[in-house]
């Protein structure tokens, strides 16, 4: 939820203050970054050290107030091949210390720029350390950042944060969805059609399996069961998306749907804590989330630590060490976060399907866990042969 008008020049900027409300009451005195205004969120921090553009355009970050923990923000400016959708999904953008001038032969403006472009109200020169130490001890909460006229007393400024909508109950995933179905081809020779159902796709996901021979069907969030299976899918795609998992009754039902008719199904991100719900598992708010590029996964079903990149605020209540029964069959966690124990992928043994927590697209990121396309890829290619068989 923002409020803005087209950031000045760079210069003039800095001069101009900006206030971070946390609805707990801490303030933070920065100078205006980006567009001038008021914005809404909730606060979180991402630990990556690159791959800020990635993430300003993730539309997982819907409604989000990124603090972001590397000091030293927008060396590589932006440019206009790296967009993960086509605009900024973040509600606001906190940086220590702003690159002055980028460096990049990419580079097409910078990020100040791009930023006051898309009315994205920003803040700078504040101790985001002190910040993330914060959240990370009293958790993820909503914040409001002012500039220019917005900025008003302390008082007034801490109850239009504490009036803010919060992310716990937000179902937000049709709010950045595609509204119309598009098809994204499959790169060389076709080998298998997938129906991905987009609950804030990022781009480079259909890029992956285009790459792996797959033409993948983008469809809306609102998809029905016949949607899905007009396209004659070999496999069906739950993608990542913003909001609450609790509220995602369609998306659970939808893939409910594809369970019981056995199409090999992979999810990714809130597609995971989709298949959760769908599985019976309950789902519940992290403290202060999972965001970033360096994140510890080990993969159960092989020993593998994994570094991957996260962005979730949720995460899937299912038994660790046990093997559980669901209407569907077996499932068992076959991943899980090293630095605190977090479900961060899910398989069913008896049906074919299998989802992560995390990104395995990883834009921006490691690429330890580019094998579970080809998971995917392997699943789809089984059951076609077994069908074949039959």
Same mark, same amino acid.
């Given at each position: 939820?923002?409020?803005? &008008?087209?950031?000045?020049?760079?210069?003039?900027?800095?001069?101009? *203050?900006?206030?971070?409300?946390?609805?707990?009451?801490?303030?933070?005195?920065?100078?205006?970054?980006?567009?001038?205004?008021?914005?809404?969120?909730?606060?979180?921090?991402?630990?990556?050290?690159?791959?800020?553009?990635?993430?300003?355009?993730? *539309?997982?970050?819907?409604?989000?107030?990124?603090?972001?923990?590397?000091?030293?923000?927008?060396?590589t400016g932006?440019?206009? @091949?790296?967009? @993960?959708? &086509?605009? +900024?999904?973040?509600?606001?953008?906190?940086?220590?210390d702003?690159?002055?001038?980028?460096?990049?032969? /990419?580079?097409?403006?910078?990020?100040?720029?791009?930023?006051?472009?898309?009315?994205?109200?920003?803040?700078?020169?504040?101790?985001?350390?002190?910040?993330? /130490?914060?959240?990370? @001890?009293?958790?993820?909460?909503?914040v409001?950042?002012?500039?220019?006229?917005? +900025?008003?007393?302390?008082?007034?400024?801490?109850?239009?944060?504490?009036?803010?909508?919060?992310? $716990?109950?937000?179902?937000?995933?049709?709010?950045?969805?595609?509204?119309?179905?598009?098809?994204? *081809?499959?790169?060389?020779?076709?080998?298998?059609?997938?129906?991905?159902?987009?609950?804030?796709i990022?781009?480079?996901?259909?890029?992956r399996?285009?790459?792996r021979?797959?033409?993948v069907?983008?469809?809306?969030?609102?998809?029905?069961?016949?949607?899905?299976?007009?396209?004659?899918?070999?496999?069906?795609?739950?993608?990542?998306g913003?909001?609450?998992?609790?509220?995602?009754?369609?998306?659970?039902?939808?893939?409910?749907?594809?369970?019981?008719?056995? $199409?090999?199904?992979?999810?990714?991100?809130?597609?995971?804590?989709?298949l959760g719900?769908?599985?019976?598992?309950?789902?519940?708010?992290?403290?202060?989330?999972h965001?970033?590029?360096?994140?510890?996964?080990?993969?159960?079903?092989t020993?593998?630590?994994?570094?991957?990149?996260?962005?979730?605020?949720?995460?899937v209540?299912?038994?660790?060490?046990? #093997?559980?029964?669901?209407?569907?069959?077996?499932?068992?966690?076959?991943?899980?976060?090293?630095?605190?124990?977090? #479900?961060?992928?899910?398989?069913?043994?008896?049906?074919?399907?299998?989802?992560?927590?995390?990104?395995?697209?990883?834009?921006?990121? *490691?690429?330890?866990?580019?094998?579970?396309?080809?998971?995917?890829?392997?699943?789809?290619?089984?059951?076609?042969? @077994?069908?074949?068989?039959?």
């Amino acid at each position: 939820m923002t409020t803005s &008008k087209p950031g000045t020049a760079s210069k003039r900027k800095e001069a101009s *203050p900006a206030v971070l409300v946390l609805e707990d009451g801490r303030i933070f005195r920065g100078r205006a970054y980006g567009a001038v205004g008021a914005t809404f969120g909730e606060a979180v921090f991402s630990t990556g050290m690159t791959g800020y553009q990635e993430t300003l355009t993730d *539309p997982s970050y819907h409604r989000q107030v990124v603090v972001m923990t590397a000091p030293h923000v927008g060396n590589t400016g932006v440019n206009d @091949e790296d967009m @993960e959708s &086509k605009k +900024i999904w973040v509600s606001g953008y906190v940086v220590r210390d702003p690159a002055r001038v980028p460096s990049s032969w /990419r580079s097409a403006r910078t990020l100040d720029e791009e930023l006051a472009a898309q009315g994205v109200v920003g803040i700078s020169g504040i101790d985001t350390r002190a910040l993330t /130490r914060h959240l990370r @001890e009293r958790g993820a909460m909503r914040v409001g950042v002012f500039s220019g006229d917005a +900025i008003q007393d302390d008082a007034a400024l801490l109850a239009s944060v504490r009036e803010a909508p919060e992310m $716990t109950g937000a179902d937000l995933s049709a709010e950045v969805a595609t509204t119309e179905a598009y098809v994204v *081809p499959a790169i060389g020779e076709k080998r298998f059609t997938v129906a991905a159902v987009d609950l804030g796709i990022k781009g480079m996901t259909p890029h992956r399996m285009a790459e792996r021979g797959i033409e993948v069907h983008v469809l809306p969030a609102t998809a029905s069961v016949d949607d899905v299976y007009a396209v004659d899918p070999d496999g069906v795609f739950f993608s990542n998306g913003p909001g609450d998992p609790s509220t995602a009754d369609h998306p659970v039902a939808l893939m409910q749907a594809v369970l019981e008719r056995g $199409t090999p199904l992979f999810g990714i991100c809130f597609g995971n804590q989709i298949l959760g719900r769908a599985l019976g598992f309950g789902t519940y708010k992290l403290k202060y989330g999972h965001r970033g590029i360096n994140q510890p996964v080990q993969d159960r079903t092989t020993g593998k630590v994994e570094v991957t990149a996260h962005n979730h605020g949720f995460a899937v209540d299912a038994p660790l060490d046990t #093997v559980s029964d669901t209407p569907y069959g077996r499932a068992e966690v076959s991943h899980v976060c090293l630095n605190d124990n977090v #479900v961060e992928g899910l398989q069913l043994l008896d049906r074919p399907a299998f989802s992560v927590q995390y990104h395995p697209e990883a834009a921006a990121g *490691p690429h330890d866990a580019a094998y579970l396309f080809d998971r995917f890829t392997s699943l789809m290619s089984t059951v076609l042969m @077994e069908g074949q068989r039959a």
